[in-house]
């Protein structure tokens, strides 16, 4: 094959994404994204442990006619697929969330805008007309909580999605290797009166990211404040970092509308537990008293099946998504997107499902 011929060649899966990705990102982005924690250990095994999962497909029930639309607070979607809140996107390309939320909403689907977004509240919900939801840490100043809960109220965001498994974070050693930092005119237009200069420095001993959190970010959190953010607003609230059963009811004990099963990409606790191996629990714990989504490791259609078998009702794709914007901005992350809901539809239909709810636990081989 001719080099010619290989660089017009079409990328096919998510998994071609991320390698035209490491070829045009400059290599300290690029690590900040992929990285994991530690050994990066839960990196490789939460890929793995969906793929550890087999189908036991049904036969003989005409998918002629399919449809995979769902409902989710409050939100009809086309395909139980949304985009997870993912920091710094404009480092992957110019145009940043906005391209991420143009590219949900042209595939039916919702987006959730981080915090560390590097576009504001407001610019996204007016780029996009699809479901916005808001990503919140929780900072030592709680008046800061507070503002950026009602600026996304007031933006017309209508679900709060609240990371819980990042009171310190995790030690990412390709950023200490790298000396991460985010360049100081990149904007990080919604941490409201943090200082985000330390973002833009080169720490020694450290990621900029880790520095700012340390100072900025409450190793205090509890579940009191999941009681005080009920307190400060309508949107409901999702729980962002649960892997236990117990942990899921307390949650919806504590006001939550529902949780989202996620190790935080693999950044946070090495050698964690997979969120396809702690979904069936959490599921199991919740009995349907709440929205259940699970992110960590999605690649393939064939992963969406399974998530929606083991109870789930919709699932996050962050990485991915972000090597399809630094490919080719809003068209690349779109036929990211795109790549994975074809995907889906065909895994459904072979596994005999028509809809979603279809998918259920009897799917899978014990």
């Known amino acids: 094959m001719t080099q010619d011929r290989a660089a017009v060649m079409p990328l096919v899966n998510l998994h071609q994404y991320e390698s035209a990705a490491a070829e045009r990102l400059p290599r300290m982005v690029f690590d900040y994204y992929a990285g994991g924690a530690g050994d990066e250990l839960l990196l490789r095994t939460s890929r793995a442990a969906w793929d550890g999962i087999a189908i036991r497909y049904r036969v003989l029930r005409d998918v002629s006619r399919r449809s995979h639309r769902i409902e989710l607070l409050g939100h009809a979607l086309d395909w139980p697929v949304l985009v997870a809140p993912m920091a710094f996107q404009q480092l992957a390309h110019a145009d940043g969330e906005l391209a991420t939320a143009r590219a949900a909403d042209a595939t039916g689907t919702g987006f959730i805008l981080s915090t560390l977004a590097t576009r504001s509240i407001e610019s996204v919900r007016a780029a996009t007309g699809g479901p916005l939801w808001f990503q919140l840490y929780i900072y030592r100043d709680r008046g800061l909580t507070e503002a950026l809960v009602r600026r996304a109220e007031q933006a017309g965001c209508t679900a709060l999605v609240l990371t819980v498994d990042a009171p310190m974070l995790g030690r990412r050693e390709r950023d200490l290797l790298n000396g991460f930092h985010v360049p100081a005119e990149t904007p990080i237009p919604n941490v409201g009166a943090a200082p985000r200069d330390v973002l833009a420095e080169r720490v020694e001993t450290a990621s900029s990211l880790a520095a700012?959190?340390?100072?900025?970010?409450?190793?205090?959190?509890?579940?009191?404040?999941?009681?005080?953010?009920?307190?400060?607003?309508?949107?409901?609230?999702?729980?962002?970092?649960?892997?236990?059963?117990?942990?899921?009811?307390?949650?919806?004990?504590?006001?939550?509308?529902?949780?989202?099963?996620?190790?935080?990409?693999?950044?946070q606790l090495d050698t964690a537990i997979?969120?396809?191996?702690?979904?069936?629990?959490?599921?199991?714990?919740?009995?349907?008293?709440?929205?259940?989504?699970?992110?960590?490791?999605?690649?393939?259609?064939?992963?969406?099946?399974?998530?929606?078998?083991?109870?789930?009702?919709?699932?996050?794709?962050?990485?991915?998504?972000?090597?399809?914007?630094?490919?080719?901005?809003?068209?690349?992350?779109?036929?990211?997107?795109?790549?994975?809901?074809?995907?889906?539809?065909?895994?459904?239909?072979?596994?005999?499902?028509?809809?979603?709810?279809?998918?259920?636990?009897?799917?899978?081989?014990?």
């Open 212 to 267: 700012f959190t340390e100072r900025h970010w409450d190793a205090s959190i509890s579940w009191a404040d999941l009681d005080w953010l009920g307190s400060l607003t309508r949107m409901p609230i999702l729980v962002k970092g649960i892997v236990r059963g117990d942990d899921a009811v307390r949650a919806l004990q504590h006001g939550a509308s529902g949780v989202i099963v996620s190790n935080h990409g693999g950044r």
């Open 274 to 366: 997979p969120t396809a191996r702690a979904l069936g629990d959490v599921a199991d714990a919740m009995a349907g008293g709440g929205a259940l989504l699970v992110d960590g490791g999605i690649r393939r259609g064939t992963d969406v099946v399974k998530a929606l078998a083991l109870g789930a009702q919709a699932v996050l794709l962050g990485r991915p998504v972000l090597w399809g914007l630094a490919v080719d901005g809003a068209a690349g992350a779109q036929r990211v997107l795109q790549l994975l809901k074809e995907e889906c539809d065909l895994a459904l239909a072979l596994a005999g499902c028509r809809t979603p709810a279809e998918a259920t636990r009897d799917l899978l081989a014990p």
